[in-house]
């Protein structure tokens, strides 16, 4: 460093009490910046545009991640309706049938992915919620536990739109 940026010596000699001066609140206030720029950034991949009140439940969900029980099946529903539109509130799994596809310039729908069948996905979030378990004990690196784990929940066994579950991949992801 040049001769006249210096550390203050209490600081240099003292990292806890830099921390607990400014610290914890620069880390705060970075943290609240990278979870709504990695929500907007998110959001945009899937083509949505999340109103303000929906990326703030986003990044508040966000900051409750590491409290998040995976073998609770409630909870996966509770955060649900925590981050999205009140009129797509659940109490259970998905109950329609869905896919993922495009509508062609004569009007019909090229299909892409037809996803599970509502009536089999208790079966199915039974055997995500083992895998996450399985991933826990085996102690798999939290990256690569993340991408099964966002993988086998958003992306192949629930629809990313009607319902919402694309922000619940979010989520998963990070």
Known sequence: MPSTMRWPQAWTWRPSRWWRVAGQRSWLGAVHYLYTKETKSSFAIE?????????????????????????????????????????????????????????????REHVHFVFPKPEDLADLMNGWIRMMENLRDAKVDPVCAAAAASFGLCLYIHSKKATGESTASLYIRN
Do not use: C, H
């Open 47 to 107: 083509g949505e545009v999340p109103s303000a009140k929906r990326t703030e439940r986003f990044v508040a969900a966000l900051t409750r991640a590491a409290k998040f029980d995976t073998s609770d099946p409630q909870a996966f529903i509770r955060l649900q309706n925590d981050i999205v539109d009140p009129r797509y509130a659940a109490t259970r799994w998905r109950t329609v049938q869905s896919f993922i596809g495009e509508t062609m310039s004569d009007f």
